[in-house]
């Protein structure tokens, strides 16, 4: 449990917020070629009696908008009133993502890979510098809200560097379906913040330019979840079921080029060996079935039809030791295979993030 905080005044974007109010202030970033003005709108919900401040934040890549309507709904249904501390809600922090449909700013650089960022740096880089000048001196802890890239959908997964206390407490608070562990990658927001002492984890649901109700569900629930944790909130639903813990994930790769077939779906178990799909060449002439190489449940599943060499088709979180069947349950219930006939990809690698 974090320790209270004093209920003083907080200076945020040279505005005084005293305790019990609720601001929304616009950090200006810059501006487009046109001279438009873009700033990123920030929510401050604060409460008066000592608590601490955590940061619920989303559209760090413009295209994934689950986490941008999941705070959306919190902030439209008005949810967020702390019982104790502050609340920082940051539906779009890649504003020019945002517009143009886009994971990146327009120079084509990931937020997520320039912190801690600097004022004369990339485009990027700027935005991240004034986050961690403005908003990082007043966060606790926090939740990035992230989805799948382009054609790839994430099951509902927190995930953390599991091993440090206060992640893995989150991280149990939160009780996403799947909670994997992952390494602090650099240039991160997770990497800035774990230098200075404080916890992000990082909560991921469906693909780019799609909104999943289940996963934005997931998000609500898991969220007030944390709070109540942290005893900001009075109470919180239970999960549905108990979380899947993944020390270790994996992808498989199209070794072929072709149409990419699927015959399984996310949050199915998957056994080594088992038939989950096919690459045929569009002409009919060839089709070469694809089985795993190990032993786990899918967690991330590429739905474009068409791909090429070293294409990621399924995130797999591998678990140990392997669960009993009995303990598969829907929606994680195990679908038949057909009988094995080549090792697709023997040698899939370990990666974090993204593919």
């Known amino acids: 449990m974090l320790p209270p905080r004093s209920p003083t005044d907080m200076l945020l974007n040279g505005l005084t917020i005293r305790p019990g109010e609720r601001v929304l202030t616009r950090l200006v970033i810059s501006r487009l070629p046109s001279g438009t003005v873009i700033d990123v709108p ?11 401040t955590v940061l619920l934040m989303a559209g760090m890549h413009g295209d994934e908008v689950n986490g941008i309507e999941t705070i959306r709904r919190l902030i439209r249904r008005d949810l967020l009133r702390p019982l104790r501390g502050t609340i920082i809600a940051i539906p779009i922090l890649n504003i020019y993502g945002f517009l143009n449909f886009s994971r990146e700013v327009p120079d084509g650089k990931d937020v997520n890979r320039s912190f801690p960022g600097h004022p004369r740096g990339s485009l ?17 802890c926090g939740i990035d809200f992230h989805t799948g890239g382009a054609a790839r959908s994430n099951m509902p997964q927190v995930r953390g560097l599991l091993g440090d206390p206060d992640t893995d407490a989150l991280a149990r608070a939160f009780a996403a379906p799947f909670t994997l562990h992952a390494a602090l990658r ?23 330019l799609r909104l999943d109700e289940a996963g934005i569900d997931v998000a609500i629930a898991g969220t007030f979840r944390v709070l109540h944790h942290l005893q900001m909130v009075a109470d919180a639903a239970p999960p549905v079921q108990p979380t899947v813990i993944c020390m ?22 998957l056994e080594k060996g088992q ?28 739905h474009m039809p068409v791909v090429n060499q070293g294409d990621a088709l399924l995130h797999i979180g ?23 006939e080549t090792d697709f990809d023997e040698h899939a690698e370990e990666e974090d993030a993204q593919p």
Not at 42 to 52: C, D, E, I, L
Not at 124 to 140: C, G, K, N, Q
Not at 191 to 205: L, S
Not at 286 to 295: A, D, F, M
């Open 248 to 269: 270790r994930h994996t992808w498989l790769r199209a070794k072929f080029a072709g149409l990419f077939h699927s015959n399984v779906r996310n949050g199915d178990f």
């Open 42 to 52: 920030v929510h401050v919900f604060r409460s008066t009696v000592p608590g601490p």
């Open 186 to 208: 650099p240039g991160s927001l997770r990497e800035a913040a774990f230098q200075q002492q404080k916890t992000i984890i990082v909560y991921e649901a469906g693909e780019s």
């Open 124 to 140: 990027a880089s700027r935005v991240a510098h004034r986050f961690m000048r403005e908003i990082m001196p007043l966060v606790d």
């Open 275 to 302: 038939v989950y799909g096919s690459v045929a060449d569009p002409y009919g002439e060839t089709s070469v079935r694809l089985e795993s190489p190990v032993t786990g449940y899918i967690i991330g599943l590429n």
């Open 318 to 340: 591998l678990t140990d030791p392997k669960p009993a069947r009995a303990e598969l349950s829907p929606p994680f219930q195990e679908k038949p295979g057909g009988p094995p």
